[in-house]
């Protein structure tokens, strides 16, 4: 019976874990504390001023310090690849686990992406 319990108990347990997500697309933050990423399945929320964010949001370099593109003084977009848990449901990131920009070349050539 112990066994049983055991592997019901495990069951669960792993039947509510996240995969980890590699998302690669447009990283957009055009004003403070507010961040998506829009990539082939959409826009995905990992900040909204006021809001909850994304755990791992310190894991974004500093975006300006490459290819980046100004919008709105400091703020703007870039090109990026995200492993995330999310939420398919919310279409929220709830975690990041890494962060690494990419040429603004590689998403302006991938055909799947909205124009920024």
């Known amino acids: 019976m112990r066994t049983l319990m055991l592997f019901i108990v495990l069951g669960c347990c792993l039947s509510s874990a996240q995969a980890a997500d590699v998302r690669c697309g447009w990283l957009e933050n055009p004003t403070p504390a507010n961040w998506w990423l829009v990539d082939k399945d959409g826009a995905w929320t990992l900040s909204t001023q006021g ?17 980046f593109v100004r919008t ?34 590689r998403c302006r050539a991938d055909k799947r992406l909205p124009k920024p």
Do not use: F, H, W
Not at 51 to 67: C, V, Y
Not at 80 to 94: F, I
């Open 51 to 67: 809001s909850t964010q994304a755990k791992g949001m310190d894991l974004i370099p500093d975006l300006t310090e490459r290819e």
């Open 72 to 105: 709105n003084g400091n703020y703007g977009y870039a090109c990026a690849c995200l492993t995330t848990e999310v939420n398919l449901k919310q279409k929220r990131v709830t975690r990041i686990l890494t962060a690494r920009q990419l040429p603004l070349s």
